[in-house]
């Protein structure tokens, strides 16, 4: 071996190891992460339903403000409290400040209709949480209501449907009659009975989210038609209502009460108690969670409206069987957080 | 001309009584099941609590005062009542500290009214405010909804129990009606009452404790609150402080001057407050039995209130002697 041999030798190994030490200090090779990462860092998102009083609006929140927060992000939240004026100047507002990310819920359909087109065009990503409002922003995030609608006026088909020993009458309670899971539930409930024959709905009546007003109409309906096999009610926030005038009119056996909410922990108390027979459950955290994603996907699509998706959140029955089994979750965590 | 001299005597409370009569009766008459027993019970019992409110109400509307703040103080002191004993405190110290409180609330309400003299429609509008910010900030800081736990025990009987087979809020309803005509037809506060709403300023004259008394109505109305929270919470098994963003209150508002009381004080009864309530529960039952949807009866609830106003200012019309200063 020639001492210029050597010498290149030597060089070669200087060079490979230098080489080596670099890839070393390099992060570990994932060359997709960074500019997930980056798209997501330092951004601002905005929450506004209407209002943080409520557990859905707590669950939905407290996850997205923990993720949030785990990638070096701001999150504020406003509580307009149940006003639609409030939340039309808050909306109003934001759209003045910039956040990057608008999280909403339509207290109806047309109200912030305009207001979100108006944020999106400022290149504002905008998720609409569980009540979808008359334009399609970047992600709408909740249940399939005309879906679950449908399934539920099934389920109620077969409890009082031909076929079954009794009245065959079953009464629905509305909330906001414009709010969209009180429209839409209702219009798949009505796309399945419009041509059943052998169903009598006796009753049709708006409660507006009110547990105190569903109560005074399922109390009247229940002297009316005593017989009455079945109530569907759209939230069990107001349902406690109904399933009270049931229960202290003495037909808790006799009457199926059936609704739908987000399955904290009062809920399935509630269906313990046979206050509620069966519960359509959408999962408020697991809600939370579709709402992270669709800000991650927004995000790192280029927001403002780039892309527009349709996120329905998974559901699942809880009946008094499987209610043990279910994750009951308690509102005040999420509260907690949220505050 | 001659028909208005003949309708003299007709005082409000008879129009709105005349129309709950005629009502009932073609209610009667067209719907199946209106007039049976179980029916009326829940008519009742359906107006119940508005009953209970509208007397709270009456009392400080006859004083010539209006308490604006009736609802947010029932929502909150029975939320931290029903919020309290879930967290373990016995069910009678969690009752006594909830009626503390709606008491206290209105002991400040009182004397925001009497000695700091501010007028009671932006007194009460404020401290219902402030009673429902404090509430949600510092006493109920979860979820907007409380509800009622398994160990609420023998209370729970006050908004689902029955006694004779009558619910127990429609005997808490009637007992608390009792009560209050007594207080204002025997006792020397409910006298003097009427004589400040007539009046004030002749009875400062006179050596009534003007400023105490006005206290005490708004603490009386206080107490009527908190007992229509209870049944309220009892019956849904959960108390919703998101009421104190419904129409509740105009609503009791709508009942006392439904029934003939005057805003302006000193004229009115125990009487035109259960004619208002039963011309109410009276249509709302028949509309819920017609299956007519809720913003409709609203339309049809306040085109009833404007006839009745209407035909009163017909046969009673203002001059200067019905006329009042303050009338509005």
Known sequence: ?339 | MKLTGRLKNVSQEKIVFTITLVMFAVFALTLDGFIGTSNLLALLRSVAVLGILGLGMLIVVLGRGIDLSMVANMAISVAWTIQLVGTGMPLWAALAIGLGFALGMSLITGILVAFAEIPAIFATLAMGTFIYGFGRAHLITGTDVVYLPSNFGWASQIGQGRLLGIPIPIILAAILAAVVYLFLRFSKHGWNTYNIGDNTQASRITGIAVRPTIVLQYMLSGTAAYLAGLITATAVQSMNTRMVNSNMIYDVILIVVLGGVSLSGGRGSVRNVMVGTLLIGVLVNGMTIMDIQYTIQNVIKSLILLLAIVADSVINPRDEQTGQQGDI
């Not at chain 1, 997930?36 to 929140?61: M, R, T, V």
């Not at chain 1, 990057?100 to 207001?115: G, H, K």
């Not at chain 1, 579709?290 to 991650?296: F, H, K, V």
């Open chain 1, 1 to 339: 071996m020639t001492l210029k041999k050597l010498g290149k030798l030597a060089l070669m190994t200087v060079a490979s190891i230098s080489v080596a030490g670099g890839a070393l200090a390099q992060e570990p090779n994932d060359p997709f992460r960074d500019p997930a990462i980056e798209s997501l860092e330092g951004k601002w998102i905005a929450y506004l339903p209407i209002s943080a009083g409520f557990d859905l609006a707590q669950a939905w929140g407290g996850v997205v403000k923990e993720e949030s927060e785990r990638y070096g992000m701001k999150f504020t939240v406003q509580d307009p409290n149940w006003s639609t004026d409030a939340m039309a100047q808050g909306m109003t507002s934001l759209i003045a400040e910039q956040p990057d990310v608008i999280v909403t819920q339509n207290p109806d359909t047309q109200s912030l209709a305009r207001l979100m087109m108006q944020a999106n065009r400022a290149g504002i990503t905008v998720i609409q949480m569980n009540m979808q409002g008359a334009v399609q922003t970047d992600a709408y995030v909740g249940p399939d209501y005309i879906d679950m609608g449908r399934k539920i006026a099934e389920r109620a088909i077969e409890q009082c449907g031909e076929g079954t020993d009794t009245s065959h009458k079953i009464s629905i309670v509305q909330g906001v009659i414009t709010g969209g899971v009180s429209y839409f539930q209702v219009q798949g409930i009505m796309d399945v009975l419009k041509d059943r024959e052998d169903i009598e709905i006796v009753s049709s009546q708006a409660a507006d989210w009110d547990a105190s007003k569903a109560r005074a109409i399922t109390e009247t309906v229940l002297q009316q038609h005593p017989d009455l096999c079945a109530v569907l009610d759209m939230w069990d926030g107001q349902a406690i209502g109904t399933g009270a005038a049931v229960k202290q009119a003495g037909l808790a056996d006799s009457v199926t009460v059936i609704t739908s909410g987000g399955g904290a922990g009062s809920t399935c108390d509630l269906i313990r108690d046979d206050t509620f027979d069966i519960v359509y459950n959408y999962d408020a955290p697991g809600m939370g969670r579709d709402a992270w994603t669709a800000i991650m996907i927004a995000l790192q699509n280029g927001g403002g409206g780039n892309s527009k998706t349709q996120i329905f959140s998974p559901t699942h029955i809880m009946t008094k069987d499987n209610v043990d089994q279910a994750s009951c979750w308690d509102a005040e965590i999420y509260a907690s957080r949220l505050r």
